[in-house]
């Protein structure tokens, strides 16, 4: 049963289950609702990289911190297009173009986005953009243009989010998570683990997610990849179990949600990225790099596929589902 009517208190019970235990109720759940050989290839491009005037303290690309990452303005519309042909020639199925923006502005750089998205849809590829709060104007043109789904993530608990981030609120992006639903676009919305936060923070977040009228039909769960230069430099590396936990909860809590095992990939052994597929993972990023950080490549990617005999979820299968 689909339910938005989590209690705090079940949700801790959840998240507290013996580790096999929980993993067994995930994996029955994933069953019960997807089909479990198929995992979601998604690739992600920087399309506008780093001199963000956000302050999030796990970010590389924002302006106020060192981090040596390689600004640049905003890429060209056929270069962009290039890059997600070749995504789809390995086997992606979603594209997600990302712009290190706090928010939309209307002006020539939007439009070149508007672009991009008619182009890569126009490729038969799953479209998704990350690009900072919208309004609900601008939620409607990138619709319009062919928009499959958008990310925005809460990153973590409401009462945490101020130690993360003092430069927007977490109202700020619920807000914009409700434009995005209003105008019909897909909702890809999760967190990060390793920000320091503890269980508790972990179980609101995920509260939060699984509560909104309608789950996101993405969740992805990524782990702190801890960068020179930002605040969060010194936090220690997540361990795989903190991963599996909150993927197995997710799981249980949004039962149809692609779960995305999303950063932090690259350092996980094939064996924990296996748990994680186990515990109820249905979806993951490929491409060498994830915006700014390090990420497996397609073939790595391709080699872990044959060997667990996963096979990429095709493109759209949502809709046709739904036609029958
Ligand atoms: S996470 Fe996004 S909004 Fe925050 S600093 Fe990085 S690019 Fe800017």
Redesign the pocket.
């Known amino acids: 049963m689909i339910r938005n009517d989590w209690k705090i208190e079940e949700i801790q019970e959840i998240y507290n289950t013996p580790l096999l235990e929980l993993i067994y109720r995930a994996a029955t759940i994933h069953r019960q609702y997807n089909d479990t050989g198929e995992v979601q290839v998604c690739t992600l491009l920087s399309i506008k990289t780093g001199g ?1 005037s ?3 303290a796990y ?1 590389p ?2 302006a106020r911190y060192s981090t040596g990452v390689d600004v640049h303005a905003l890429m060209q519309k056929d270069q962009v297009l290039e890059y997600a042909a070749k995504a789809k020639a390995a086997g992606s199925t979603r594209f997600c173009m990302g712009a ?1 923006w ?1 928010e939309v502005r209307d002006n020539r750089d939007f439009d070149r986005v508007i672009d991009m998205v008619k182009g890569v849809n126009e490729m038969g590829m799953e479209v998704c953009c990350t690009l ?1 709060m919208l309004t609900e104007t601008q939620a409607k043109k990138l619709a319009d243009a062919g928009l499959y789904a958008y990310n925005h993530n809460l990153d973590t608990s409401k009462e945490y989010y101020t130690e993360i ?1 003092t430069t927007r609120t977490y109202n700020d992006r619920l807000e914009t998570l409700d434009n995005v639903r209003k105008a019909g676009i897909s909702v890809c919305c999760g967190g990060i683990v390793g920000l320091g936060e503890t269980h508790a923070d972990r179980v609101k977040m995920l509260h939060t997610l699984s509560t909104l009228p309608e789950h996101p039909e993405s969740v992805p769960i990524n782990a702190l990849v801890a960068v020179a230069g930002t605040p969060l430099e010194n936090n220690q590396k997540v361990d795989v179990w903190d991963m599996v936990k909150m993927i197995a909860t997710a799981r249980i809590l949004m039962p149809k949600a692609m779960v995305r095992l999303s950063a932090g990939r690259a350092t996980m052994s094939v064996s924990d990225q296996a748990l994680c597929f186990m515990a109820g993972a249905n979806s993951i990023f490929t491409g060498e790099k994830l915006l700014t950080t390090p990420n497996p490549s397609f073939d790595e990617d391709q080699a872990m596929f044959n060997l667990l005999g996963i096979t990429p979820r095709e493109a759209f299968k949502e809709e046709k589902e739904l036609v029958g």
Do not use: K, L, N, T
């Open positions: 963000c956000e302050d999030c970010c690309q924002a290190a706090r900072g981030i």
